[in-house]
């Protein structure tokens, strides 16, 4: 029969906290038949040492786990079995399993692992009498686990189930095996990916203006945690009054003048973002002139031609020129497709007009 148990883990954090930790499994009475109980994967069976207990943080943001402790009883008669160490953060949705003894042998789903071989009896989780506890940095107490409203000799972990969110049962009442520490009950990973918390964009030359024709300026961010899975970021144009582009590596060119927010995304779907207002002056066309066509130009950069996509049917005339504005060639009326094979990988202008219209694009040859 299933020995079902609600709430032997409390978590003492707001429903709404970003982060959150909670006990997942807890092995505290490994088998003793053989190696049916040898959870860390080291080839011996020890009661003490092939204990554990596997935390999940529950929450959409890495968890910080520094300094938090764990008690083999939250009587005045309970010892401080273990305290993990500094800088140990848990990604969201992910484990850290605390062994009672290491060598840890095998990949645990990826899971932060972590072993109590600070102490002699290491975590000494009795398998009746005592509420395990765990206290956070602070001191105060924000876990628990009563093993006496369990069965006092299982013989395997006890394990939530669904992982996460469900009741504690005895792990063999959902699979074949005894114990999943660092994985899910079914041995499937939990999430491995340390999320990105924070962006910041800046100058690499502290300047914010671009004030020579068709200037650049080079930005770079900064995304924090240094350890996030994904720090790339995607950078964009935002709003402003001015016009500009920005490349992949951050590297803004001026089209017209006005200030303009240029925009650094996260692309591990967390969406944090920062900006940057850069103010653009000097140049020789005005953002109503750049704009007025609605013409898009595709691919940029772009390797043998560039497609134009517009509804206006009456672009009189187009001119390919370089950089400094020199003209290449030149196209009579509404041109969908422009062959650039022939040109040197560089930047390149496109001035379209239709009557007193006109817009300036400019696009990337690549290889």
Not at 35 to 63: C, R
Not at 153 to 178: C, K, M, V, W
Not at 319 to 339: F, K
């Amino acid at each position: 029969m299933k020995k079902l148990f609600t709430l032997l883990c409390s978590v003492l954090f707001a429903i709404s906290s970003p982060a959150q930790l909670i006990i997942n499994e807890v092995l505290y009475d490994p088998s003793n038949s053989g190696l049916a109980g040898d959870a860390n994967g080291d080839g011996v069976y020890d009661q003490e040492e092939d204990s554990f207990i596997e935390f999940v943080n529950a929450g959409n943001s890495n968890f910080d786990a520094s300094g938090y402790q764990i008690w083999d009883d939250t009587s005045a008669t309970g010892s401080l079995r273990f305290v993990v160490p500094a800088g140990t953060f848990v990604p969201p949705n992910g484990a850290m399993v605390v062994f009672g003894s290491g060598p840890l042998v095998g990949t645990f789903g990826g899971a932060v692992l972590l072993s109590a071989d600070t102490t002699s009896s290491h975590l000494n989780l009795n398998n009746s009498g005592e509420v395990i506890g765990i206290k956070d940095a602070s001191g105060a107490w924000v876990l628990f686990f009563d093993s006496d409203a369990l069965s006092n000799n299982p013989n395997e972990s006890y394990t939530r189930f669904p992982d996460i969110t469900g009741a504690f049962l005895q792990h063999a009442d959902t699979t074949s095996i005894l114990f999943s520490p660092g994985t899910r009950t079914d041995g499937t990973p939990f999430s491995t990916a340390f999320v990105v918390e924070s962006i910041s964009v800046q100058s690499t030359t502290g300047s914010t203006d671009i004030s020579t024709n068709l200037g650049t300026l080079q930005l770079s961010s900064t995304v924090l945690p240094s350890f996030a899975s994904d720090m790339s970021v995607t950078w964009s144009v935002g709003s402003g009054a001015g016009s500009a582009t920005v490349d992949a590596n951050g590297l803004v060119s001026a089209i017209a003048n006005g200030n303009i927010w240029i925009v650094a995304s996260s692309n591990d779907g967390t969406n944090i973002s920062d900006s940057i207002e850069i103010t653009i002056t000097n140049q020789a066309f005005s953002l109503e002139e750049f704009t007025s066509l609605n013409v898009e130009l595709y691919p940029n950069p772009a390797e043998n031609y560039i497609h134009l996509k517009t509804a206006n049917k009456n672009i009189d005339e187009i001119r390919l020129m370089d950089i400094s504005g020199a003209l290449i060639q030149t196209y009579i009326g509404r041109t969908e497709e422009i062959d650039i094979s022939h040109l040197s990988k560089g930047t390149y202008l496109l001035h379209l007009s239709s009557g007193n219209k006109v817009q300036i694009i400019r696009f990337q040859k690549g290889l």
